[in-house]
């Protein structure tokens, strides 16, 4: 049953040094707030998985609380790559980050799998691919029925997910709404499961299919305003667009880096103020 | 009446390769180039082509370029957006995708796509995004358009690494699989429109934008690249479509420099 | 791409004897008057598959068209047997009908994986049940990363599915709302699929994660006004739990069925009038 | 102050199934007896009892019973409602389900359910409706519960068809596999409450219902029926557990015989 907390003491509770963590939201909804937190508290040695890192597993990586990246497309949308990504993985800055990569469908059936509480996705993928050569979590298996050749990968099944969402009420349910990504399939995927919201309301008003988490399925909610700036929220803020195009310049450059991270999140003790 | 108009050969590029799709047609857009093309397609002569994002947005109407693949205007302007496994297995694994429209880095002469690393995979020259959505795009699409612009670094004969299949390594990798796609159609890039040889599969230009020499082509390209015995010349684009291009950039620009 | 039909074209062109047809929606929304056209189109020897036959089913097998049914709950929700099942199964009146029975899970993976153009649907299912043992389309096999033995079975892909739903705009876009089962599953795994629908408007009017199906994942839309009755429609009118009540005593009775069907299906020219 | 209440033998086992819910857990339900339980326990103990139907329908609070299980009153109480196979998926095979509620048509002693047919397979003597979700609730919750009415042609010795696993066979068919629920933990009747022998897993009678005799709970159980050494009595319905009841199943038979 989900605990309305803190940020700060909801990261410090679930989110622990050598965890596995998927923070998702698909490019919509992306939980930076509580990616600062996790930073602020400097974790170490995380496994990360996410479709896609954008900024916010760059700046986790370049502020060193990164072991591993499980990811299936690793850039700056729109604007280029993630440079603290590549400074890891190409130079060892701050220090060496092992990858393991997937296609967005293999991903995207993994956390559908993971929900399902599945070992395993099965997909139609990869075929042709080299991906298979470097990832030895790609296997492949044959229809009983039909003897087709089938990918299949592992299912994801973090120790614990961090999504961002417009709002929950007051018994902890979630209400999702616009590109939902893999949130559902990653709060359910998950051990423990944390939702940062814009708002806390008494009703969630909302229609009878929606997007809605049971708050006894989650863990932790904690308030966070703007808690996916520069990403946005559906209904609520727009993407900070020029942000991501700015952040090109800033992790280039692994002192320009440093000061944004000092400046913007260890020298502040909450985000967003 | 028609007067010659001056027009970038990105423009052609984009021009020629929204040409490619048409009204009854469901693709699969990748950022970027496909989706500038596609965009202008829908603005233009195909006002009903059905546009899908992998962000989950199903048949979208974007009225400015998304900067990313799932930027909140494709979702407002969608029909419905589901969650991105359900558009992975239901809507492009599912067989509902005609065309798959995909940019790349790196492509060979069997439209083969890189995007994943230039160098060795353990130790990196240069580190790209990665697969993506591309690598079932390309198989679980009925066909697949690709746009990028012509360099020797972007056209090589063998791609480092294939992210995702084109016919692959010997042309032949598409071959007795089964439920797969036609694969790559045709590559449009700002010099030139290629199509895989029908026997062989390597990619043969077919058609050389006005003004574009053979000589420039080769250049461009990082293998013996073969010209179609009947080589066409693009048909430049029309004043209608520049202007509704430049309107979508600007547009575009206007929407991603203001917050 | 859609088009727009009366039920009795869009039956007579995509229904056909012999066919595999799915007609779905769990409880709710149940296509009667679609059913009700076939019955009257006089289809014989169609595989029918549904997860929960309920009476829509028992009158197409009383009425004679059935072969083989495959489903994974005949009954009369609530009330009790489906009479003209059973005695198709059982007496083989008005001729012998095969069956193929599954559990709810594995049908509704089934379907699952037929939207999603997979040939089998893998599950943790039917762990120590004896229906393996009676139905050959349920196999194991062995996870690669784990080991672990879990079930398949093929997916469910018919050449036609027919599904009832609230409403289409004149695109043929489609609006489920309610318990929306496994009806898009089913338009999406056939070959064809029809939806009737209570009315076509101008506008769905609907919210950003709404379960809509495209017009062009859709062969044909018909108008079928009531067209789920005694099934219900959420939001048009309500279940006629009378009428499943009364069932029992109508279907029991070789006789007081057949009048039925000639009183209600045979001697009207279309539904619902 | 509490005064002797009447009440039938079908009530005293509904309120018997009601009490074995809690606040805190979260149950899948079956139609018919079980869902009467289930509500009941929500009216009156546990008001934050989750509920969900294999329909789809998330944390429903109906304020009539079901007639089927998706009947509209489910879906309008629920927190959401959600597709089928994600109800079978995430919710069920996902573990997010403590307890499953079921009926049955048969029962045997290590409490193996039958709702497939009576008879053999290919000739059955009498056709039941079938699995429907109980196969996988019964194994991906993490315990079960059953109800129905005590009867020697409910309670057999042996099912003549395993539809959804108790015990197995031989009380050993959960040993050893890995990801599957605790199984029966306990089964309320008319006459009593059986749980399985914590050795070999056959039902023993752990408490009788008031009034009712061993002699009584053997005639009606097909094979010798154990009873526990400390055999206890199950506590009688409060007044307000049965005034509850009673409202319920009146507001629901007149909602049922309208329309």
């Known amino acids: 049953m989900a605990e309305i907390l803190s940020l700060d003491e909801a990261v410090r509770r679930y989110v622990h040094d050598g965890a596995t963590v998927a923070m998702e939201g698909f490019t919509h909804l992306i939980p930076f707030a509580a990616g600062h937190e996790v930073i602020r508290q400097r974790r170490r040695d995380l496994t990360l998985?996410?479709?896609?890192?954008?900024?916010?597993?760059?700046?986790?990586?370049?502020?060193?609380?990164?072991?591993?990246?499980?990811?299936?497309?690793?850039?700056?949308?729109?604007?280029?790559?993630?440079?603290?990504?590549?400074?890891?993985?190409?130079?060892?800055?701050?220090?060496?980050?092992?990858?393991?990569?997937?296609?967005?469908?293999?991903?995207?059936?993994?956390?559908e799998a993971g929900a399902a509480g599945l070992p395993l996705a099965v997909l139609r993928g990869y075929v042709g691919s080299e991906l298979p050569n470097v990832n030895d979590q790609i296997k492949f298996i044959e229809c009983p029925f039909t003897g087709e050749r089938l990918a299949a990968?592992?299912?994801?099944?973090?120790?614990?997910?961090?999504?961002?969402?417009?709002?929950?009420?007051?018994?902890?349910?979630?209400?999702?709404?616009?590109?939902?990504?893999?949130?559902?399939?990653?709060?359910?995927?998950?051990?423990?499961?944390?939702?940062?919201?814009?708002?806390?309301?008494?009703?969630?008003?909302?229609?009878?299919?929606?997007?809605?988490?049971?708050?006894?399925?989650?863990?932790?909610?904690?308030?966070?305003?703007?808690?996916?700036?520069?990403?946005?929220?559906?209904?609520?803020?727009?993407?900070?667009?020029?942000?991501?195009?700015?952040?090109?310049?800033?992790?280039?450059?692994?002192?320009?880096?440093?000061?944004?991270?000092?400046?913007?999140?260890?020298?502040?003790?909450?985000?967003?103020? | 009446m028609s007067t010659a108009i001056d027009y970038s050969a990105s423009e052609m590029m984009t021009v020629t390769a929204a040409r490619a799709l048409e009204n009854g047609m469901t693709c699969f857009v990748g950022i970027g180039l496909p989706s500038e093309a596609a965009n202008l397609a829908r603005l233009t002569h195909a006002p009903e082509v059905v546009l899908i994002y992998e962000s989950g947005t199903l048949q979208t109407r974007p009225d400015v370029l998304p900067l990313s693949i799932g930027d909140g205007e494709l979702c407002e302007s969608a029909l419905t957006t589901v969650s991105v496994p359900e558009m992975f297995r239901y809507w492009l694994q599912g067989g509902k995708v005609s065309v798959g429209f995909l940019g790349t880095a790196q492509i060979d002469r069997y439209a083969n796509l890189n995007t994943t690393l230039i160098g060795d995979y353990t130790a990196p020259k240069v580190r790209l995004p990665g697969?993506?959505?591309?690598?079932?795009?390309?198989?679980?699409?009925?066909?697949?358009?690709?746009?990028?612009?012509?360099?020797?670094?972007?056209?090589?004969?063998?791609?480092?690494?294939?992210?995702?299949?084109?016919?692959?390594?010997?042309?032949?990798?598409?071959?007795?699989?089964?439920?797969?796609?036609?694969?790559?159609?045709?590559?449009?890039?700002?010099?030139?429109?290629?199509?895989?040889?029908?026997?062989?599969?390597?990619?043969?230009?077919?058609?050389?934008?006005?003004?574009?020499?053979?000589?420039?082509?080769?250049?461009?390209?990082?293998?013996?690249?073969?010209?179609?015995?009947?080589?066409?010349?693009?048909?430049?684009?029309?004043?209608?479509?520049?202007?509704?291009?430049?309107?979508?950039?600007?547009?575009?620009?206007?929407?991603?420099?203001?917050?």
């Open chain 1, 49 to 111: 998985i996410r479709m896609t890192p954008d900024l916010i597993y760059d700046q986790l990586i370049g502020a060193g609380c990164v072991k591993k990246v499980i990811f299936s497309w690793g850039g700056n949308p729109g604007v280029g790559s993630l440079h603290r990504l590549r400074d890891a993985v190409e130079k060892g800055w701050p220090h060496k980050v092992e990858i393991l990569e997937h296609s967005h469908a293999a991903m995207a059936c993994a956390f």
């Open chain 1, 153 to 273: 990968v592992p299912s994801v099944r973090p120790d614990v997910s961090i999504v961002h969402a417009q709002k929950a009420d007051r018994a902890g349910n979630v209400l999702v709404e616009g590109i939902i990504g893999v949130q559902k399939e990653a709060v359910l995927a998950a051990s423990r499961a944390i939702v940062t919201v814009e708002e806390i309301v008494d009703d969630l008003d909302t229609h009878p299919n929606a997007c809605v988490i049971p708050g006894w399925a989650i863990d932790a909610i904690a308030v966070a305003e703007k808690g996916s700036l520069p990403s946005y929220a559906h209904g609520y803020y727009p993407r900070d667009n020029r942000f991501y195009k700015e952040w090109d310049a800033i992790a280039r450059d692994r002192d320009a880096f440093t000061r944004w991270i000092d400046d913007n999140i260890m020298n502040t003790a909450e985000d967003a103020r």
């Open chain 2, 131 to 259: 697969g993506g959505g591309a690598p079932e795009i390309a198989t679980n699409a009925g066909e697949v358009f690709i746009t990028l612009k012509h360099s020797p670094r972007a056209f090589v004969r063998d791609v480092d690494f294939i992210t995702t299949l084109g016919f692959g390594r010997d042309g032949k990798g598409r071959d007795g699989v089964p439920n797969i796609g036609k694969g790559p159609t045709r590559v449009i890039s700002d010099l030139c429109v290629m199509k895989p040889d029908p026997e062989d599969r390597e990619l043969t230009v077919v058609s050389l934008h006005p003004g574009v020499t053979r000589e420039q082509v080769q250049e461009a390209t990082g293998w013996d690249i073969r010209f179609a015995a009947e080589l066409e010349t693009t048909p430049v684009p029309s004043a209608h479509e520049l202007e509704v291009l430049r309107e979508l950039k600007a547009r575009t620009d206007r929407a991603h420099s203001g917050q």
